[in-house]
């Protein structure tokens, strides 16, 4: 990713985050993607702590999934953060796309997420 690509997504990113806040009920859910990985956070900005943390390079999803940089992995998971984040009270969510683009492995990741039944 060349430099200025970078500042404009950070640019789309800031001006996004100027929108959505996460609380206790409805945390926000942020992606990263990065060239060979797929990282997600589940964030209370009221604390400002992170609840929740997934991503493809953790033990538990390499067992399920060995790549981290395709549609199928992104998909996979979506519907792993899904369950992860019924198993602690978590129904619905505030999406941040981080800046990049609605398509590919950030809608894959989405689509599984709703899939397994979180809401947003």
Do not use: W
């Amino acid at each position: 990713m060349s430099q200025a690509t970078r500042q404009a997504r950070l640019r789309k990113h800031k001006r996004i985050r100027k929108y959505l806040k996460g609380d206790n009920i409805k945390p926000r859910l942020c992606v990263y993607r990065s060239l060979n990985n797929l990282n997600a956070q589940v964030i209370d900005d009221v604390k400002g702590s992170t609840v929740l943390s997934v991503s493809t390079l953790d033990k538990e999803f390499k067992k399920i999934s060995p790549s981290g940089s395709n549609i199928k992995s992104a998909a996979l998971l979506g519907e792993f953060l899904a369950k992860a984040s019924q198993e602690k009270g978590i129904s619905s969510v505030v999406f941040d796309r981080g800046g990049y683009l609605y398509h590919g492995r950030i809608k894959a990741f989405a689509d599984g997420a709703r899939k397994a039944g979180l809401k947003f």
